[in-house]
């Protein structure tokens, strides 16, 4: 509804499926068991996955109408908002290390939670930089061509 494009929000909610699938993968990779802090760590990994997509498709846009050139605007805004998304991948992963790491009273709440965001967010953020501008340029060529 922000956009008024169904195109757009598909695209931002792109990130999500790839982001849980880091998830899960990072949870196999650490032998640990789906349980209910996971789960709670998949919720807060999508709004971290819609977060950085709808950064990076809100610039992308308004860059587009600007300048009138799709492909420019899709390369430059990558490019320029590139520091934005690792920045906010980079807070929500480190501030989460102490917790995958912990051994202690508790730990066994935090380790799931954790892991679930650090792995997701690593994935969703590949995501956000090189495969979201690809979609966004194929679901609106055919507009940039007219």
């Not at 757009?8 to 699938?21: M, N, S, W």
């Not at 860059?63 to 009138?68: I, M, T």
């Not at 991948?89 to 939670?113: C, I």
């Amino acid at each position: 509804m922000a956009f008024g494009s169904v195109k757009d929000a598909l695209i931002i909610f792109t990130g999500v499926p790839l982001a849980l699938t880091g998830g899960i993968l990072s949870l196999w990779l650490r032998d640990m068991p789906l349980s209910i802090s996971a789960g709670v760590g998949f919720i807060a990994l999508s709004g971290v996955a819609v977060l950085n997509g709808l950064v990076m498709v809100a610039f992308i846009r308004d860059l587009w109408h600007e300048q009138g050139d799709l492909m420019k605007a899709i390369v430059e805004g990558a490019l320029i908002r590139l520091r934005p998304v690792l920045m906010t991948a980079l807070v929500a992963s480190l501030g989460f290390v102490p917790m995958a790491l912990n051994t202690g009273t508790g730990a066994e709440v935090q380790r799931p939670l954790a892991t679930v965001v650090i792995g997701g967010i690593i994935s969703s953020t590949l995501l956000t930089l090189f495969v979201l501008p690809v979609l966004y340029a194929l679901l609106h060529r055919k507009k940039a061509k007219t």
